[in-house]
């Protein structure tokens, strides 16, 4: 779980409109929506290809996309989305997320020699047609570690790497446990570990990275002008099947083939990417505006019934969560201030009772949009604990929790054990048109057991503005909603430990870090072993309730009926934007 990315105002966080609120019992209340959803493939029908051919691509968005076209710089889905066309990983994997060597590089792992080499293929190369690089796979981690390029992905795990730690505080100049065989303008990279992790077979295990960057076109830029750069905004390069020709700044982008593409040339002469507003999803999709466009699933029941498009659906590896500010980022680490106002168990899980999200989904969504229980999801099948039921709508209980931990009512609301007022700020992100009355829907929610909740600003927040107080621990936030896109291997330790700039609660314990070395360790390649750690630590973050996960949902596609190659599949995504194409 590690390469994981912030949810913008699209996606799980409002694809029901923040969908963690409270409602009346009017409304759909069934899963006739879910029960659409299972009946769609993964992939569209398999017909054969012609050349040629605009696609349109719609990307749903409140707000204009940052365009931060790096991966190390980069940390807003949104941007991710927008860069797809482009942005080709090093290695393909199966069904399962194992990495395997199909890809533009391929892989081998030793345990015994506590390394990873990394060979990329002859012949696939930049849009600008020169070979990938050693030194741009190993450039990678130089973004990633120089403290002056402010990466937030520089994490505990990477520190893993011998020599990456002296790097990051600038003893070294090199990162002395990445070698290049055969020198920089060879195509070998040979990276050694202080130890082996049970992941590391899986993609997006977090211990080393599975991108390169242009090492010839960044290597004049300073860090720390690198994520301003045009070289990263403009005119980036990428070895995947199309480049940029144009970009309109946060709206649009238009990618045409890259003639250098190693798999072959791509189908299509040029794709279209734009922003729309998610409020008009549907009615682009009903009037075939895109070619390919996400439904926003509270307005499924208006699109189910449109011709001329396939429905492909999957449940992505995400998840929403409320989350409770309980420190701070200081000197590249979470500090936890035991004095914080949400640094009260009894009042955390109150909070997370008070929510009646499964009525709110029914409601909403017809169940497209679904509470889950714990922060590992069900796709991970034994590391899930499924016997965690999660926190249900239970008021009583709310109410029980903060009677008893000395939160009494005085009026209308309750005050502090201390006996000061309490008055509390959400932070949560403006999306589609449900946002707004869910949210404030669900503020009255904890009115009813007695706690004074506010929204920070008075208003919800834009996606870049939200992430903004959040990642800088403003202090007008106290409890935030947000969402993760995760990757594909389960390890929670980039997004929860102590060193985790991700760790937007800042909740740090010995009991958290111990778990987390435990689901990591040597031990832990005894999978037996591996699975008990990942319910030991579901167990324990559902108890301490820092932060509660919230819901998944269905993510649907519609996809131009006359469009072949488009697939959801994890074996496929490397290289579906080379297979989609118009059906002759």
């Known amino acids: 779980m590690k390469l994981s990315k912030v949810l913008g105002s699209v996606g799980v966080v409002s694809a029901a409109a923040l969908a963690l609120v409270a409602c009346g019992k009017s409304g759909n209340s069934n899963n006739a929506g879910a029960t659409d959803a299972k009946k769609f493939k993964q992939t569209t029908p398999v017909k054969e290809v012609k050349k040629g051919g605009t696609l349109s691509y719609a990307i749903e968005a409140d707000t204009p996309f940052t365009g931060v076209f790096n991966n190390e710089l980069s940390t807003s889905q949104t941007d991710s989305d927008v860069a797809q066309f482009g942005n080709e990983a090093l290695f393909d994997t199966d069904d399962s997320y194992r990495i395997n060597s199909k890809g533009p590089a391929t892989f081998k792992l030793d345990r015994k020699a506590k ?62 446990g990445i070698d290049m065989p055969d020198g920089e303008n060879g195509r070998k990279v040979v990276i050694h570990f202080k130890e082996m992790k049970p992941g590391m077979l899986q993609s997006g295990n977090g211990y080393f990275l599975e991108t390169a960057s242009p090492y010839h076109q960044l290597k004049s830029i300073p860090f720390n002008k690198l994520e301003s750069s045009d070289a990263v905004r403009k005119n980036p390069l990428f070895f995947g099947p199309y480049k940029i020709s144009k970009i309109v700044r946060g709206q649009s982008v238009t990618w045409v083939p890259n003639k250098y593409y190693w798999r072959g040339t791509p189908k299509l002469d040029k794709i279209t990417v734009s922003v729309v507003n998610p409020n008009s999803a549907s009615q682009a999709i009903k009037s075939h505006k895109f070619d390919i466009a996400r439904v926003v699933n509270s307005q499924w029941q208006q699109v189910k019934n449109t011709k001329g498009v396939n429905f492909v659906a999957k449940v992505p590896l995400q998840y929403s969560y409320m989350g409770f500010k309980v420190g701070k980022w200081e000197n590249g680490k979470n500090v936890m201030n035991p004095k914080a106002k949400m640094n009260n168990k009894s009042l955390r899980q109150a909070m ?9 989904e029914k409601r909403y969504t017809q169940g497209l949009t679904f509470r889950v229980p714990t922060l590992i999801p069900e796709q991970f099948g034994n590391y899930f604990d499924k016997n965690i039921k999660g926190y249900n709508y239970n008021l009583k209980k709310a109410n029980k929790l903060l009677d008893d931990a000395g939160y009494k009512k005085k009026g209308k609301y309750r005050v502090q054990p201390n006996g000061k007022p309490l008055t509390i700020h959400l932070a949560a992100m403006s999306g589609s048109s449900t946002a707004e009355p869910i949210t404030q829907n669900y503020i009255q929610q904890w009115k009813k ?105 269905y993510q649907i596609d519609a996809v131009n009926s006359k469009l072949t190659g488009y697939s959801l599949k994890p074996s496929d995504a490397n290289s579906v934007w080379y297979k989609v194409g118009y059906a002759k």
């Open 115 to 176: 390394t990873i080499s990394i060979e990329v293929k002859k012949g696939v190369k930049w849009s600008d047609g020169k070979q990938v690089t050693a030194k741009d796979v190993e450039y990678e981690y130089e973004i990633m570690a120089n403290k002056g390029s402010k990466s937030e992905r520089y994490t505990a795990s990477l520190q893993n790497i011998v020599g990456m730690t002296e790097y990051h505080d600038g003893k070294s100049k090199t990162i002395s």
């Open 449 to 553: 057991i007695g706690l004074n909740v506010k929204l920070t600003t008075g208003r919800l927040i834009e996606f870049n503005s939200f992430y903004d107080k959040v990642q800088h621990d403003s202090k007008d936030v106290d409890v935030f909603m947000a969402g993760w896109s995760l990757s594909s291997e389960p390890s929670p330790n980039d997004l929860y430990n102590e060193k985790a700039p991700f760790n937007y609660t800042r909740f740090v314990t010995k009991k958290n870090t111990q778990l987390l070395k435990d689901i990591d360790s040597q031990k832990a390649f005894n999978n037996k072993y591996r699975v008990q750690k990942f319910h030991e630590w579901q167990k324990y973050m559902f108890d301490e309730a820092y932060v509660v996960p919230t819901v998944n949902a």
């Open 352 to 360: 997370a009772y008070a929510m009646n999200i499964d009525a709110v």
